[in-house]
């Protein structure tokens, strides 16, 4: 008899305990924050395509593959040795190589993409802004979106005459980066908001921006309920 009335004790403490916690009054919040970087250098990937074609000759068939012209870049005043090929892949009709270029000189970039599209090289796979250190920027933009939402929430919290307690939910929306010449890639363009002051743009030629948003809850009036009772 004494089981089951511990067991029913406990039964109906949990279900007040998760009453209270289903009440709990909070202020839902997003946070949002822009890291701008300069890069530390650029990945440059160029895709090269050739048709294939068939040479008849008696009982013999030769593919045409790429000639060395073919995927030779030559640009003034670059060392060789910060180009890289793939090997080459067959897409449908066509044979397609990549050429990996690493720029390390950032103000002659636009001069190279100047370069490269006079010399015929104009499909590129993309132009990646890189830096060391990239996870450490990543965890700034994650302060810096958590900051801001708790400093929103308190701004809310206080116009309502309270306070706010723990963050009762974290959730993290999103983290990107962006650059100026990747950015016609990104699936969510729409949602990018860009801005005109001098200190405010999302994107801004010259740099890695990386952002984060970040959606919180926080107990509201925390301390009013102590001592609560559940009936």
């Known amino acids: 008899m004494r089981i089951r009335i511990t067991l029913f004790a406990l039964f109906l403490i949990s279900n007040c305990a998760f009453a209270q916690l289903e009440n709990i009054p909070l202020v839902t919040v997003f946070g949002e924050s822009t890291v701008k970087v300069k890069p530390d250098y650029v990945i440059l990937g160029i895709k090269i395509k050739k048709e294939i074609k068939l040479n008849s000759a008696p009982n013999n068939t030769v593919f045409e593959i790429f000639k060395t012209e073919d995927t030779k870049i030559r640009l003034f005043g670059f060392d060789d040795k910060n180009i890289s090929e793939s090997l080459i892949q067959v897409d449908g009709p066509v ?137």
């Not at 309270?162 to 016609?184: L, S």
């Not at 969510?188 to 801004?204: H, M, P, Q, R, S």
């Open 95 to 231: 044979y397609v190589k990549e050429v990996y270029i690493t720029i390390n000189d950032l103000n002659s970039l636009d001069k190279y993409l100047l370069e490269l599209y006079k010399l015929g090289f104009k499909d590129y796979i993309y132009l990646d802004y890189r830096v060391k250190n990239f996870s450490d920027y990543k965890d700034q933009a994650r302060k810096e979106a958590i900051y801001s939402a708790k400093t929103k929430a308190t701004l809310i919290a206080t116009e309502l005459g309270q306070t706010i307690g723990k963050a009762h939910t974290v959730e993290e929306i999103n983290n990107e980066n962006y650059n100026w010449y990747n950015i016609h890639n990104n699936v969510n363009l729409e949602n990018i908001t860009f801005k005109l002051g001098a200190d405010g743009y999302i994107v801004e030629p010259g740099f890695l921006i990386i952002t984060s948003k970040i959606k919180v809850s926080f107990d509201r009036s925390e301390e009013r309920r102590v001592g609560k009772e559940c009936r």
